[in-house]
């Protein structure tokens, strides 16, 4: 019912189904009437998590609803509804879980190593190169392989096939974490974070706890992904001295996630030092890369800082400095996640013209990530809101691309 309204709008909306006064919700929240009266009117933006968050604890609702994120699960072109569905099956499937057998459903003997691991690289590549119907296909089968992997293997063999199937979680609760299922990718990370226990692999268990820091991130938990950062670092640096790249690329990648967490949290000092550790561990890894599907460098450590500042409000530090990135070396995920944000800034900066450009770039690079991402859906919808007269053409048609307005 309210897919189509702003934040604003659906605070609104939700307020007034409370039955609460716009007084006594700016009080909640500590900010004034007159505040909220704008924000629900669109004269102000709520373009900071950490203020969406609040508002939705204190209306009663999920973070999602305030944020309407759009879903896959309806399926897609590229998807189509059997692959999500299917995808959901396997996570809410617990037979594999009792001491009881499951079938395979393909054959009788369990995948081989090598091709579950050309498996998992597939899926994880698709997710970087932000192909997640193509994704959401594959990982169904791919879960349930690495469960009958994981139970069929014996020795190092079981090590390797649970590390596979942690990686193969993780993609799952990434890509649902995109296309906004955020308590299936709860599941995912959760269910790859005890497959990684298993295996023994550090830098594995410390990719899945970023898995799990982001789901933290989504749900609006932002202490506890604070904290959970902070634990993770701790359990990790005894073999920091000794790390190989992938082990610090995981390392510092983590760090990006909690200045992420804290940023949202309104926290400035966690922030600054999650950035100086993840910018150490950059420095040391000496340049981009890309080990376990990190992306991780000086390159990702900028454009996380620029993403902080824009989280905490800092709109001209998150412009100046997220427009002087040069993200061309990175992953298109990667690019175009950092487009939304430039885009995100130079909108509050009324630079609209330059933004819908960005924006339309983005969705060149990536279709399926901007068309599913709630950070371009609140974009249009503001733009759209803000147009006197008709919007330009290719607003128009970007809107319609995004199902805000009907292609009729």
């Known amino acids: 019912m309210t897919e189509h309204l702003t934040i604003g709008e659906r605070v609104a909306w939700y307020r007034r189904r409370r039955g609460l006064s716009q007084q006594v919700l700016a009080g909640l929240v500590g900010r004034t009437a007159d505040w909220l009266s704008k924000a629900e009117n669109n004269r102000i933006e709520l373009d900071r998590l950490s203020v969406v968050t609040a508002l939705a604890e204190a209306l009663g609702v999920s973070l999602g609803d305030l944020l309407a994120e759009p879903t896959l699960m309806e399926g897609t072109d590229n998807s189509g509804y059997r692959g999500a569905s299917a995808l959901c099956e396997v996570l809410m499937d617990y037979t594999w879980f009792t001491s009881l057998p499951a079938p395979l459903h393909h054959d009788d003997e369990p995948p081989a190593l090598q091709d579950l691991r050309a498996d998992v690289e597939g899926v994880l590549d698709a997710y970087q190169t932000s192909r997640y119907g193509f994704a959401t296909r594959r990982l169904p089968l791919l879960l349930a392989e690495g469960l009958a992997a994981s139970r069929a293997y014996s020795g190092d063999d079981q090590e390797e096939a649970h590390a596979l199937l942690a990686l193969a979680y993780q993609g799952a609760a990434m890509v649902l974490g995109k296309v906004g299922e955020p308590e299936l990718a709860w599941m995912a990370a959760d269910r790859g974070l005890a497959a990684a226990q298993h295996s023994g692999r550090s830098a594995v268990t410390g990719s899945l706890v970023r898995a799990v820091t982001h789901c933290l991130l989504s749900t609006g938990r932002f202490g506890a992904a604070v904290e959970l950062v902070n634990h993770a670092a701790a359990a ?128 060149r690079n990536a279709p399926e990530q901007v068309r599913h991402h709630r950070l371009s859906q609140e974009l249009v919808i503001g733009w759209i809101r803000g147009t006197r007269g008709r919007p330009s053409r290719p607003l128009a048609d970007l809107a319609r691309r995004l199902r805000i307005v009907s292609s009729g």
């Open 236 to 363: 990790m640096q005894p073999e920091l001295s000794d790390a190989d790249d992938t082990y610090l690329s995981v390392y510092g990648t983590l760090f990006l996630a909690g200045a992420m967490a804290a940023a949202r949290a309104g926290d400035r000092q966690s922030m600054r030092t999650f950035l100086h550790e993840a910018d150490e561990a950059a420095q040391r890894l000496g340049a981009d890369a890309n080990h376990l599907w990190t992306a991780f460098g000086p390159t990702n450590v900028s454009v996380h800082r620029a993403a902080a500042a824009g989280e905490l409000g800092d709109i001209q530090i998150a412009t100046d400095l997220g427009m002087r990135i040069d993200t061309s070396g990175m992953p298109v995920e990667r690019r175009v996640r950092h487009g939304l944000e430039v885009a995100r800034s130079l909108s509050a900066w009324n630079r609209t013209d330059e933004a819908v450009a960005v924006l339309l770039e983005a969705e």
